[in-house]
C-alpha cells in the first residue's frame, strides 16, 4: 500500500495501521469544520486553524504541533500581502481625503490629526475611557452617521499610507491598539441581535472593504501587529464574513462588496468559495431587479468571479 508525499509525486510504503493512524487523525481535523460555533471567537488554536486550507498548516495541525501550524500560517501570509493585496480606495470618504491627489506631506499631516482622535470628516473625538481606549459604543453627538463612522475604521488605511511612507511605528500602535480594543469590547452576535450601529450589514461590508482587509496587509511587518493580533484579526474577519454571508439585509453591490472582497482575498479560508458564490448571486440578482443600472458586461465577470472588477464595482 501507498501513498502520496507530496514532493515530486514520490510514494513510500506504509504499514496498514500507521495509515489509519493518518486517517484518523485527519478525519478529526475535518470534523472541527463541521462543529456548529457561533464566532471564531469560541475555536480553540487548532479549530480555527483547521479553518484554513493550507497544506503546510494543516499537516502539522495532524501532527499536534499547533505553534508550529500558527508559524505556518503567518509565514504564508508574509508571503502573500507582498504583492498583490487589497488597496484600500483612493478616496476615503469618512476623512473627506482624496489619496491620489494629496502630497507625501498632506497625507503625513492628515495622519497626525488621526493620532489626536481626528478621526472622520466631523472633526469630533469620540470619548476616550479610563483605561485610554475609544469608547466604540458611545454616540456622544446622537448621530447614528458619526456612530457608523467611528466603528467601520476608514482611518486605519490613512495610518497604513502614513506608515508605508515614513516607518514610524507610532502610525502601527495606534491602528494595533485599536484593533485589540475593538476586537475586545465588539463580540460578533447572530443577525437578529447584532448592534444596529455596530453590526449592520453595510457598515460591516465597508469596514472590511475599505479598512480591515488593507491595514491587515499594510501593517502586516510591524512589531505591534504582532501575532496575538493578527491572529485576532484573522477571526475577526472570518466571523465579519460569516455575518455577512448570514444576513438577510438587502442584497446590494455595497453590501456585497465586503463579502466578495473577503472571499477573494481570503481563499485559503475554507469557507471563501461560499462567501464568494453568494456575494457573486446576490449581485446578479441586485442587478437583474436594477435593469437600467446594469453595466453590460457585469454578470459576465462575475460569472468568472473577475476579482478586480467585482471589487472595484463593489468599493
Known amino acids: 500500500m501507498t501513498i502520496n508525499t507530496g514532493v515530486g509525486g514520490k510514494t513510500k510504503a506504509v504499514k496498514d495501521k500507521s495509515q489509519c493512524s493518518i486517517s484518523s487523525l485527519l478525519g478529526s481535523a475535518s470534523s472541527f469544520l463541521r462543529k456548529k460555533y457561533r464566532s471564531a471567537r469560541d475555536l480553540n488554536d487548532a479549530e480555527f486553524l483547521s479553518l484554513f486550507d493550507i497544506p503546510e498548516v494543516n499537516e502539522r495541525i495532524d501532527n499536534g504541533f499547533n505553534i508550529k501550524a500558527t508559524a505556518a500560517l503567518l509565514n504564508h501570509?508574509?508571503?502573500?500581502?507582498?504583492?498583490?493585496?487589497?488597496?484600500?480606495?483612493?478616496?476615503?470618504?469618512?476623512?473627506?481625503?482624496?489619496?491620489?491627489?494629496?502630497?507625501?506631506?498632506?497625507?503625513?499631516?492628515?495622519?497626525?490629526?488621526?493620532?489626536?482622535?481626528?478621526?472622520?470628516?466631523s472633526g469630533i473625538p469620540p470619548e476616550i475611557?479610563?483605561?485610554?481606549?475609544?469608547?466604540?459604543q458611545r454616540n456622544i453627538l446622537q448621530n447614528r452617521e458619526w456612530l457608523f463612522r467611528i466603528n467601520r475604521h476608514g482611518w486605519w488605511p490613512l495610518l497604513g499610507l502614513a506608515y508605508q511612507r515614513t516607518g514610524d511605528e507610532r502610525y502601527a500602535k495606534a491602528f494595533a491598539l485599536q484593533l485589540s480594543a475593538w476586537i475586545n469590547n465588539n463580540f460578533p452576535l447572530d443577525t437578529t441581535q447584532a448592534d444596529p450601529h455596530i453590526w449592520a450589514s453595510e457598515q460591516v461590508a465597508l469596514r472590511l472593504r475599505v479598512s480591515w482587509i488593507p491595514a491587515f496587509g499594510m501593517f502586516y511587518h510591524s512589531p505591534y501587529f504582532n501575532t496575538t493580533r493578527k491572529l485576532e484579526m484573522l477571526r475577526s474577519i472570518f466571523d465579519q464574513a460569516r455575518f455577512l454571508k448570514q444576513s438577510t439585509a438587502q442584497n446590494d453591490l455595497l453590501l456585497n462588496g465586503g463579502l466578495v472582497s473577503a472571499g477573494?482575498?481570503?481563499?485559503?479560508?475554507?469557507?471563501a468559495g461560499k462567501w464568494r458564490k453568494t456575494a457573486v448571486?446576490?449581485?446578479?440578482?441586485?442587478?437583474?431587479?436594477n435593469e437600467q443600472q446594469r453595466p453590460d458586461n457585469l454578470l459576465e465577470a462575475s460569472d468568472k468571479l473577475h476579482t478586480s472588477t467585482l471589487v472595484e464595482a463593489t468599493a
Open 77 to 121: 501570509f508574509r508571503d502573500r500581502v507582498q504583492d498583490g493585496w487589497l488597496n484600500p480606495p483612493e478616496q476615503l470618504m469618512d476623512l473627506a481625503f482624496d489619496v491620489r491627489s494629496a502630497s507625501d506631506e498632506e497625507l503625513i499631516a492628515r495622519a497626525e490629526l488621526v493620532l489626536d482622535y481626528d478621526l472622520e470628516v
Open 281 to 289: 448571486q446576490r449581485c446578479r440578482d441586485y442587478l437583474r431587479g
Open 129 to 136: 475611557n479610563e483605561v485610554g481606549e475609544i469608547d466604540w
Open 264 to 271: 477573494v482575498t481570503f481563499p485559503e479560508m475554507r469557507e
